[in-house]
């Protein structure tokens, strides 16, 4: 006997052939569209591939998926399979026990204590990046701040000279990458299309150029005979538990491209989002330069950056305002309900990140940036999940925060920012990201 499964709401008729066109381009529009029609949880079954998925911008649906019942779901196929290929089996995209043996692995490189010693050299790329400001009237952070954010993960996390060219290349396969998968993902049919015009193999292609540039930087460090005490070092001298072997070259090559990709591309989409959210609201940046100026140089210690503060209240709401994880995906293991509801192994899950941080039944004036209402001491158990939850939280969201604060408190020490931008236009890729953020570096008045 078939069982009977009981899906939350469904998207029928006119609204679902939208959604799958419409969706395409503009997959935030549409998916707070359908949120607003149906609930906090949705159903939605493809057409042509016959594959349900539930959308849910629901905080104890969330939390069920990512805490309670975690060992149910894996990433879909979506970051395992499609992702994977271009990108390479790493954190990001791995599963089940290969997963856990690597976040074993790493998350050593991540604790707070290894983070701290980072300052210095976080520092160090920043204020080179700061001296360098250009002098004309207009200015694009986001280029900036991808840039920064690339050279801090290069200098830190692997103690490597990257040369400037090798950066931009390396930043515009990833871009292309993201592209090709966002509509790979979207388009029904795309794949076999893409693949019958070669698309799909100039992208692997260019893949296999950014891993190239990752395995310079490996070889670099063999050559050298040094020890840097750095995250590198602890990979390559790394042993499993089980066979007291080492990584093999190219699972170690996925690992540095992924903390590459991830460990610059959010901070650097999120930097974005709050110089552009800090320059429309002069208020909270005159509290923001009180606290750099009040806390003197212990502003760029580890212990102030680390801590609670009006800094981070700005970057946590910024964060929530525009969640660059926007959406995270789950694929259900085997048949599970929640409540009411119930659903077939294979299910994809869409947990709709952005839609959480903005739910009103969450959060009083949801559209307003109020940074002060972090300072809640409930602020803990907020709806707010920008890097994730359960087992598979993010692993470099400590080093994250303390370098978003340090950049922030480092800029507005000396500068402030006008945006030329009354709002920012938005790509949803594998992170949401803005296309620029245009504006005037003003110098301050001492």
């Excluded at 920064?148 to 390396?170: G, H, Q, R, W």
């Excluded at 066979?243 to 999120?270: C, K, R, W, Y």
């Excluded at 790509?427 to 953020?437: D, E, F, I, N, Q």
């Amino acid at each position: 006997m078939t069982p009977n499964y009981n899906y939350p709401t469904e998207i029928k008729g006119k609204r679902k052939l939208y959604s799958l066109l419409y969706g395409i381009n503009n997959p935030l529009e549409v998916i707070s569209g359908n949120h607003n029609i149906a609930g906090d949880t949705f159903h939605l079954k493809a057409s042509i591939t016959n594959i349900d998925f539930i959308f849910s911008q629901d905080k104890e649906f969330i939390e069920y998926i990512l805490k309670q019942n975690h060992k149910n779901y894996f990433k879909s196929e979506i970051q395992s399979v499609i992702l994977g290929k271009y990108i390479g089996k790493g954190l990001l995209t791995n599963n089940g026990k290969d997963w856990l043996k690597q976040r074993r692995l790493i998350q050593p490189g991540f604790s707070k204590i290894k983070i701290s010693n980072l300052v210095g050299i976080m520092e160090a790329e920043i204020d080179k990046a700061f001296q360098a400001f250009p002098q004309e009237p207009e200015t694009d952070l986001y280029d900036l701040f991808h840039t920064l954010a690339f050279n801090i993960v290069a200098k830190t996390l692997f103690s490597s000279d990257i040369d400037e060219e090798s950066v931009k290349e390396l930043g515009k396969i990833i871009t292309e990458v993201q592209e090709v998968f966002a509509k790979e993902v979207r388009i029904p049919l795309y794949s076999q299309m893409i693949k019958s015009l070669g698309i799909i193999d100039k992208v692997m292609r260019k893949s296999n150029e950014g891993k190239n540039i990752i395995k310079n930087v490996l070889d670099k460090r063999r050559s050298s005979g040094e020890e840097k005490n750095d995250l590198l070092d602890m990979l390559i001298q790394a042993r499993y538990e089980d066979t007291q072997l080492p990584m093999s070259d190219e699972q170690l090559i996925d690992e540095m491209l992924i903390l590459f990709v991830a460990g610059h591309e959010t901070t650097a989409n999120a930097l974005s989002f709050i110089f552009f959210e800090i320059s429309r609201n002069p208020e909270a940046e005159q509290k923001l330069k009180a606290e750099i100026a009040a806390e003197g140089e212990n502003a760029f210690g580890t212990e102030s950056l680390m801590k609670k503060s009006y800094t981070s209240s700005i970057i946590k709401e910024a964060m929530r305002l525009h969640s660059p994880a926007w959406a995270i995906d789950r694929q259900a293991l085997e048949d599970d309900s929640f409540k009411n509801y119930s659903w077939k192994k294979g299910t994809l899950i869409i947990l709709y990140i952005t839609g959480l941080h903005r739910n009103p039944k969450y959060w009083n004036d949801p559209d307003s940036f109020i940074p002060e209402r972090f300072n809640d001491e409930n602020a803990k158990n907020f709806a707010y999940y920008p890097f994730g939850a359960g087992p598979r939280l993010c692993i470099g969201e400590h080093f994250a925060m303390m370098e978003m604060a340090l950049i922030v408190r480092r800029f507005y020490k000396k500068y402030s920012f006008v945006s030329y931008q009354k709002e920012l236009k938005k790509k949803a890729l594998v992170t949401l990201r803005t296309l620029s953020l245009k504006g005037k570096i003003v110098k301050n008045m001492i």
